[in-house]
């Protein structure tokens, strides 16, 4: 392909048109690691666009042996356009949205889950999906009007942990609330502790070993009434410094650390009694 066609300019949507996306049902994967995650991951790719010309290896396996049907080789300049760079990448994948956003959050005795309620930062979005990848946490919900899961600055910010993290969205609090409240009737007593810089204790204080959804607010007006009623527990995360604040990734990680670090030393027999 070496013209600016239909095809490239429905790819070319994909970049920055979230309506486009839902209504078309896919997205686009940039990089190495997001590439080869989706692939080996065995979510559903519609399409490899390859550059013209010699590629690495590891494009070629990928070529080779990811479960897609249907190839493209666009020139140089055409990758460089869709790659949202000025140096070509050698491979695009194009992605097929799964219902419900991605996959079902699953449902274990220990499930560790982060709420993240209307966040407006696909950085943010993308930074707590990678957190809770590297933590161990069971998956990520977001509620209400929200970042795009499948924005290209949200799938960057996660580094390829969005398709091993299962996500899913929420139209509301409400709706989430009740999934809880659904967990709960299923016999997992699922707690649900907030985040905020007016909660009333410090985070450590509080025994994250059982089922927990950590929740995390909007970056700008922090928790929604509806998750802070629902809310058993509101933590703060204590600071020191002339910082007002912690960003919403930032406090996010903070209490999935803490969260990890009480069950890693419950697991290791040790007990992990809280600060």
């Not at 946490?137 to 009007?145: D, M, Q, R, W």
């Amino acid at each position: 392909m070496t013209t600016r066609n239909a095809a490239f300019q429905r790819w070319r949507a994909l970049l920055d048109s979230r309506s486009k996306r839902h209504r078309l049902g896919e997205f686009l994967v940039h990089g190495v690691r997001p590439i080869s995650l989706a692939a080996a991951s065995g979510w559903p790719l519609k399409a490899l666009l390859r550059r013209c010309g010699g590629v690495s290896e590891w494009a070629a396996e990928i070529s080779r042996t990811a479960d897609v049907e249907i190839h493209y080789e666009l020139a140089p300049e055409l990758m460089a356009e869709l790659g949202d760079k000025s140096e070509p990448p050698e491979l695009i994948a194009v992605a097929a949205i799964r219902s419900g956003s991605a996959r079902p959050v699953p449902t274990t005795p220990d499930m560790l889950v982060v709420a993240f309620d209307r966040p407006g930062s696909p950085g943010n979005l993308g930074t707590v999906i990678r957190s809770a990848d590297a933590l161990g946490a069971s998956g990520v919900v977001v509620t209400g009007h929200a970042a795009d899961l499948h924005d290209p600055r949200t799938l960057r910010a996660t580094t390829g942990s969005f398709f091993s993290t299962p996500t899913a969205h929420a139209d509301s609090a409400a709706q989430a609330v009740r999934w809880v409240d659904d967990v709960r009737r299923g016999g997992v007593p699922l707690r649900i502790v907030g985040l905020s810089e007016d909660g009333t204790r410090e985070l450590a204080a509080y025994d994250l070993r059982g089922p927990t959804v950590l929740v995390v607010g909007n970056e700008a007006t922090g928790l929604s009434r509806g998750w802070t009623e629902a809310c058993d527990d509101v933590a703060r995360i204590r600071m020191v410094g002339s910082a007002s604040s912690l960003n919403a990734a930032a406090s996010a990680s903070i209490a999935l650390y803490e969260a990890a670090r009480q069950r890693t030393w419950t697991r290791g027999g040790v007990v992990g009694t809280p600060l």
